[in-house]
């Protein structure tokens, strides 16, 4: 019985020995043949088709995403689409005092702007950007650039 025993163990032991070096052999087998099949940039193409296939079916937008985006097509675009035409910015964005003179605007006439325009028209073309007394900076139009506004300035003094 002991003998027995001891055989059938041996036999068992090397017949397990057996299947794992088989095994062994077999994954090395299998690894350097489908790399000799498909080569390295054949390799590169399978595991990107793996990564599509493993790819999620379909992506949730997160409300953060969703704002990000609209955001960016809300992005601030210059006033008038940059326009540089003085008479157009001028009716949509001064009329509203220097027509009138209210709060005591300058208007369109030589005689406000005369004593105005001895210090140069750079001189009021920046304090039109900076704001001037109840005249708020760019005349309340942050969006417009300092070339509007000078454009629009040109277009008021034009003449005087
Ligand atoms: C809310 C009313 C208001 C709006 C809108 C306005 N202005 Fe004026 N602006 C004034 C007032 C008031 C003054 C006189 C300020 C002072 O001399 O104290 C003035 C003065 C000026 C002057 C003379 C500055 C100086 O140094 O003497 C310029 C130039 C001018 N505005 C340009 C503009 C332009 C260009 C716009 C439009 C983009 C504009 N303003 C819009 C109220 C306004």
Redesign the pocket.
């Known amino acids: 019985m002991k003998d027995q025993d001891s055989i059938f163990f041996r036999n068992f032991s090397m017949l397990l020995g057996f299947l794992v070096l088989l095994t062994i052999v077999l994954a090395i087998t299998g690894y350097v043949m489908h790399e000799d099949i498909l080569g390295d940039k054949e390799m590169e193409k399978d595991r990107s088709a793996i990564a599509k296939t493993l790819e999620p079916v379909a992506k949730v937008n997160t409300g953060d995403v969703i704002v990000a985006q609209v955001e960016e097509e809300k992005a601030p675009t210059a006033a008038f689409d940059g326009s540089l035409d003085g008479k157009k910015?001028?009716d949509n964005?001064?009329t509203?005092?220097?027509s009138s003179g209210?709060?005591?605007?300058?208007k369109l006439e030589a005689a406000a702007w005369t004593d105005?325009m001895a210090g140069g028209i750079d001189?009021?073309?920046t304090?039109?950007i900076n704001g001037?007394?109840?005249?708020?900076p760019?005349?309340?139009?942050a969006d417009?650039s300092d070339e509007q506004?000078k454009a629009?300035?040109e277009f008021?003094t034009a003449g005087f």
Do not use: D, E, N
């Open positions: 910015i001028y964005v001064c509203a005092c220097h209210a709060a005591g605007a300058p105005r001189a009021l073309v304090s039109a001037k007394g109840a005249m708020p760019r005349g309340g139009r417009l506004v629009t300035v008021m």
